[in-house]
Every structure is written in structure tokens, then in C-alpha cells.
């Protein structure tokens, strides 16, 4: 996978939050009622992708 610029990486984490997070919004007419919670966890896969990596913490320096 590709390194995504940190803002293009917050673009779309949040554009797929607002579908995952609208049952009733367009995304309704993109699947089916049976398929919708499927569906909805193959977006939250793909935000994982997505969403901006936290900054790493050196707890303790181990050289």
C-alpha cells in the first residue's frame, strides 16, 4: 500500500465516518438492507487504512 499524505489520510477517514455513520443517508441506496452491516464493517476496515496514524511514543530507549 502507498503512503497517503496526512491530509489526504483525514480526508478519508472522515468522508468514509459520515457514510458509515448515516444508515439512513445515500449510502441506503448503495446496498441492500440484508448487506448493510457486511458493508458497513468492509468501510470501517478500510478507515483503519485510512485513519491518521498517531504519532509514536519512545516509552524507554532501549540502546
Known amino acids: ?9 483525514t480526508l478519508a477517514d472522515s468522508a468514509l465516518a459520515r457514510i458509515v455513520s448515516d444508515e439512513a443517508g445515500p449510502a441506503s441506496n448503495w446496498v441492500g438492507q440484508e448487506d448493510w452491516k457486511q ?14 496514524s498517531s504519532p509514536s511514543i519512545l516509552l524507554f530507549d532501549a540502546g
Open 1 to 9: 500500500m502507498p503512503a497517503f499524505p496526512g491530509d489526504l489520510r
Open 39 to 52: 458493508w458497513r464493517a468492509g468501510l470501517s476496515r478500510l478507515r483503519a487504512v485510512f485513519a491518521p
